[in-house]
């Protein structure tokens, strides 16, 4: 471990051990800026307005953590875990995901702009009222995900992967879902518009009341129906 990621720990560890919750971290928010942290641990804490500005976070680990209205600007995480981890109101912006690994964790009224996901696997986490725009990624799973009421604009998800996915009235503008692949996915009363969907597969998935408007369908199939060629038999 790292002098910076000791440093961080022991700073964590006391906090921790002191008992020191959301109602002193309020006159005292941790901060973190300009440095680069390997194994940093941040177990059992809640803190509110926590701010991590241009961090390289290696092999970072955060669990059982509640973090309230924290900022996370110009930061890079790779093969960082969260676990069992709550965001509520979380701000990422110019961040970037690489390998980490990421379950149980809650990122609900988040706000992702301008990130950047590379192999990353969301497991039973809640997205609700999340918003994200400028985005992309690169090979991205969301595994039995949750939420509802999600913004996404201007991202781009090619070969996305999910299974389990409720995205209940979710609003999805200027996307790139190319080559995705989803499974027993739920999109009831969710908004497409201007969505590339090329090549897409849908399988059990749920569009009950959804709206599909200017969007790339070509090799779009749903349950075994190619989409493009259903409309075309159908005179549209």
Avoid at 93 to 119: C, D, L, N, Q, W
Wanted: charged letters at 30%; one cysteine or more; aromatic letters at 12%.
């Amino acid at each position: 471990m790292s002098a910076y990621g000791r440093a961080v720990w022991v700073a964590v560890a006391s906090v921790a051990a002191l008992g020191i919750g959301a109602g002193l971290a309020d006159s005292s928010p941790l901060r973190i800026e300009r440095t680069d942290l390997t194994e940093p641990q941040f177990k059992e804490l809640t803190m509110n307005k926590p701010e991590f500005h241009d961090i390289n976070l290696r092999d970072a680990l955060f669990q059982r953590c509640t973090f309230t209205n924290g900022k996370f600007e110009s930061c890079a995480f790779s093969e960082t875990s969260f676990a069992d981890t709550k965001l509520h109101k979380p701000g990422f912006s110019r961040v970037s995901f690489e390998y980490p690994s990421i379950h149980t964790a809650g990122f609900s009224y988040g706000r992702f702009e301008r990130a950047e996901f590379k192999g990353t696997r969301f497991y039973d986490c809640d997205f609700d009222d999340v918003i994200v725009e400028y985005s992309e990624s690169d090979d991205l799973h969301l595994l039995r995900c949750t939420g509802s009421d999600w913004y996404v604009e201007r991202v781009e998800l090619r070969s996305l992967r999910a299974e389990y996915l409720q995205a209940r009235y979710a609003r999805w503008n200027r996307c790139d879902f190319s080559h995705g692949d989803f499974d027993y996915a739920d999109f009831s009363s969710s908004s497409l518009q201007n969505v590339d969907l090329q090549r897409t597969t849908m399988r059990y998935c749920d569009l009950s009341d959804a709206r599909i408007e200017n969007c790339d369908i070509r090799g779009l199939t749903i349950d075994g129906v190619n989409i493009e060629e259903l409309l075309r038999k159908a005179g549209r």
